[in-house]
């Protein structure tokens, strides 16, 4: 599988080690270029094209491409940004293979669809919104090559103005840019090609991130019982907020663990009575409950109440030595106190510890961290580094981080997942990946991915926290 996610500087060395290899680069760029006019043959009728080329190896591509498409019989304007002259290496052999006219970078007008090729992911500089407005208002499709130009491919985030493209083709491995938000919109639908760099380059690499795909969720033994796939707790609020509670326990049971029980107070479970059948509950002190081994995850957070009261319950929840997922109000309920919670987590090393913060909830218990860090997958890494937790940072472009690393960013989320109660629900799930004995970083990525396929297929109308309990 091609998941993996390479930084412009990892991509740099990617095309470096296939030249090591014997790969000789210009022959790269000649593939790269046809697989890109390939894909624009492969979309679209034949319609007068406009190459814009930068004065990089992005540019080189743009002129593989204009010569492709003319020696193909479409009309093709290639204009460059910079000139001829300066061009070097690679980018300055492929325009001297070029055999039409050179423009200069402005006029868009005729064009019935132009071909970006002015700056790759690795821009260091902000694009103009001028040009960028240009291309965006010309009135015709855009195909990106590698990224937009102005498209940030670490981050995901425009420098300066971004191009708006339909199609972006990319080589070898998709960048970080290309999934995160807003970058995923502005390029549009992705192609991936390969250009002839091997696969072996990766285990040189080792890149840390990937896309959240390939996931294998557990499966019931041949003649196992319902302990063998765990036993979930989930801590309830007070009577009048056992809504999100609920939500995270039936969840955790439609997902796989095989028994769940809610823990609370007697007035809140009086509520859940006359909710529940086939989860249990209990009003047992949550550390004599937690006494039984067995019950092995324990979900806490959704309407918990914000306090002293619920920081005491995380405590005893991550003594206990049990799975945790910690959500919602177990996370805000320690922003004064965050060295307390992380100190926490360490007391019990290897028992797997999972936060679901949104932004808001994140930025109030990871104080200190910039928002702006970088990227929201350096973001997650930090806070996972500096909590000793896998670390879901929730959004529309979810992104999973492990103490050592590892990322995934998850991309089948639909829109309509934002909606009350859905956090509750995966906050669930991912307690009952962990009750049923998977390891901390792969039970937080099946619950991501699982909950986002169980929007997917709902379909975008009607979709409530219930109906997503329906799907799953």
Not at 345 to 355: K, Q, Y
Not at 453 to 460: D, I, L
Request: aromatic share 4%; glycine share 12%; hydrophobic share 45%.
């Amino acid at each position: 599988m091609t998941h993996e996610l390479l930084t412009p500087e990892e991509m740099y060395r990617a095309d470096a080690l296939a030249a090591a290899a014997g790969v000789p680069p210009l022959a790269l760029m000649e593939t790269a270029g046809r697989v890109v006019a390939d894909e624009i043959v492969r979309r679209y009728g034949a319609r007068p094209v406009l190459v814009l080329c930068g004065p990089g190896n992005n540019g080189g591509d743009g002129f593989v491409v204009a010569r492709y498409l003319k020696a193909w019989g479409w009309p093709v304007r290639l204009a460059l940004l910079g000139e001829r002259a300066a061009l070097k290496g690679d980018a300055a052999a492929m325009a001297a293979r070029w055999e039409g006219p050179v423009e200069a970078v402005g006029d868009m007008i005729g064009a019935g669809l132009i071909v970006d090729a002015l700056f790759g992911a690795g821009l260091s500089k902000d694009f103009p919104e001028a040009l960028a407005g240009a291309i965006n208002r010309a009135g015709c499709p855009v195909v990106a090559v590698d990224v937009p130009s102005g498209l940030d491919g670490l981050t995901g985030q425009p420098r300066g103005a971004s191009v708006r493209a339909e199609v972006t083709v990319t080589f070898f491995r998709k960048k970080p840019g290309h999934v995160l938000l807003p970058g995923r919109e502005l390029c549009g639908a992705v192609a991936l090609a390969d250009i002839g760099i091997p696969r072996s380059v990766l285990q040189e690499i080792r890149p840390r991130a990937s896309i959240n795909c390939g996931i294998r969720l557990p499966q019931p033994a041949p003649g196992g019982h319902k302990y063998g796939r765990g036993h979930a707790v989930v801590v309830s609020g007070g009577p009048l907020h056992t809504g999100a509670s609920r939500l995270a326990a039936e969840a955790a049971l439609r997902s796989g663990a095989g028994l769940v029980t809610i823990s609370g107070g007697p007035e809140a479970l009086a509520v859940h009575a006359s909710h529940v059948t086939a989860i249990m509950l209990s009003g047992m002190d949550l550390s004599a409950l937690l006494a039984d081994k067995r019950k092995n995850a324990v979900c806490i957070g959704p309407a918990a109440g914000v306090g002293a009261g619920t920081r005491d319950l995380v405590e005893t929840v991550l003594l206990s030595g049990a799975a945790a997922v910690l959500d919602a109000d177990a996370l805000t309920s320690f922003a004064e106190e965050t060295g307390r919670l992380f100190r926490l987590i360490e007391m019990v090393p290897g028992r797997p510890v999972v936060m679901t913060p949104h932004e808001g909830e994140f930025a109030r218990i990871f104080n200190g961290l910039d928002a702006s860090y970088n990227s929201r997958i350096e973001l997650a890494r930090k806070a996972a580094e500096r909590s000793g937790a896998v670390v879901v940072l929730k959004g529309a472009d979810t992104v999973i981080a492990a103490p050592d690393g590892r990322a995934r960013v998850n991309v089948n989320a639909p829109p309509g997942l934002a909606t009350a109660g859905s956090g509750d629900v995966l906050a669930g799930i991912v307690t009952a990946m962990l009750a049923q004995g998977m390891a901390g970083f792969e039970a937080a990525c099946a619950a991501v991915w699982l909950h986002g396929e169980a929007a997917r297929r709902h379909g975008p109308r009607g979709l409530t926290a219930e109906t997503l309990l329906e799907s799953l």
